[in-house]
């Protein structure tokens, strides 16, 4: 699959939804709950002209949108794609790219902010020559791992998250994806202190177990940053965000979060102020806080066909991936790649762009946030 993301976090006043040039098609997501996503009929992504107004109104509407029959892309199409969501383009000269948090994940040399994911072995794929056996293969059946893309490591983290199905098995191998504003709507009223004057501490930890739910973390020792994949990590001190945000675009009040947890302190604590709670109580406190919200009833489960591409944005969204036990054993397929489970790249779509390219939808989202020591609480609600 391809996966893009473009950054941006937002508590500032939004501005308003843009508005549709054209119309796009959309239906609900297949075999989902009707309150968040929606498929999008009839668009090809490749084409010359795409309805971007619309598709940025629908994203930012709906969180998640579905696209079939998009096995035709190539890379520099899904970054077109991706483009369209980027909130700041001056926001770049960091050169943070996305880097997939747990699992390191192999780029394409042309396409920097494109990696593949999953299990596979690719043989000059767009110039990739790599073989990942994944990250997902001692899990147990029922193991989540919840998260909003970047938010451990990268500041400020993905706004958009795309992914394109390459190859898929024949049974498993599914994404999971709830609605962050439903969370936020079903937080229990008894948590202490109250989610809107929280914010967590996240960090890539060296080794670390995953509760089965996925929300949050059983132990953790060391740093991901000062291991031989440090390499791979853009904060090894890792992230603050909000429990609870704004969303940009649209206005919605949503959650975030990763499992990635550290700890957890209180909105405009001063640097250096000790957390409110530790590892262990800020772990019970986000396993808590989202429990209402990953309710079995509210989960959209996503089986993958080739030429599917998904988009999401990661302020809205939660997603998780799915352990490999179902398709275990299936024989691999011969070059250019050979994949297990889904093949997926990331685009961040975090490079230079020349302000005369961005189009209306893009400018309006760019036109909306600040540099980046202002970034990070704008886009998560708090000036």
């Known amino acids: 699959m391809l996966n893009s993301v473009s950054r941006g976090l937002s508590t500032a006043t939004p501005s308003a939804m843009p508005r549709a040039a054209s119309t796009v098609a959309l239906r609900h997501l297949p075999s989902g709950p009707s309150h ?21 109104s629908a994203l930012y509407e709906h969180g998640v949108l579905l696209f079939r029959n998009q096995d035709h892309l ?3 199409d899904e970054m077109r794609f991706a483009r369209l969501f980027t909130h700041q383009s001056d926001d770049i000269d960091g050169g943070q790219s996305y880097t997939g948090g747990a699992g390191t994940q192999h780029r394409l040399p042309e396409f920097p902010s494109i990696a593949l994911v999953g299990s596979y072995r690719v043989q000059d794929f767009y110039g990739l020559t790599a073989e990942s056996k994944g990250v997902y293969n001692d899990w147990h059946p029922e193991q ?3 998260h909003c893309d970047g938010l451990a490591d990268t500041d400020p983290p993905p706004d958009l998250t795309t992914m394109r199905c390459l190859k898929t ?12 504003v439903k969370a936020a709507e079903l937080l229990p009223t ?24 996925g929300t949050h973390l059983m132990c953790a020792s060391g740093s991901k940053g000062d291991t031989s994949a440090g ?23 949503s959650m975030v979060g990763t499992y990635h947890v550290a700890s957890l302190g209180l909105i405009g604590d001063a640097a250096g102020t000790p957390p409110q709670l530790g590892f262990e109580g800020a772990n019970r406190y986000v396993a808590e806080a989202w429990k209402p919200g990953l309710s079995e009833e509210l989960i959209y489960k996503h089986k993958w066909c080739v030429g599917d591409l998904v988009a999401w944005s990661n302020r809205l969204v939660i997603h998780t991936a799915t352990s490999t036990a179902a398709y275990q054993g299936e024989g691999k397929i011969a070059y250019p790649y050979s994949d297990e489970i889904t093949a997926r790249a990331r685009a961040s ?28 609480r704008r886009s998560l609600g708090l000036d």
Request: proline letters at 8%.
């Open 36 to 56: 968040f996503g929606r498929e999008v009929i009839d668009v090809d992504l490749a084409a010359p002209t795409l309805p971007a107004k619309a598709l940025v």
């Open 349 to 376: 779509a975090m490079e230079k762009v020349d302000p005369t390219t961005i189009s209306d939808s893009a400018r309006l989202n760019g036109a909306c946030c600040g540099r980046r020591e202002r970034v990070m």
């Open 190 to 213: 008894t948590l202490d202190p109250p989610p809107e004057d929280v914010q967590i501490n996240y960090r890539l930890f060296g080794e670390y177990e995953i509760a089965r739910e």
């Open 231 to 253: 390499w791979d990590v853009n904060l090894s001190d890792g992230t603050t965000v909000p429990l609870v945000v704004r969303e940009l675009v649209s206005g919605k009040r």
């Open 144 to 146: 989540r791992a919840w």
């Open 169 to 180: 098995p024949s049974q498993g191998g599914e994404t999971l994806f709830a609605s962050g």
């Open 74 to 76: 190539t890379p520099s």
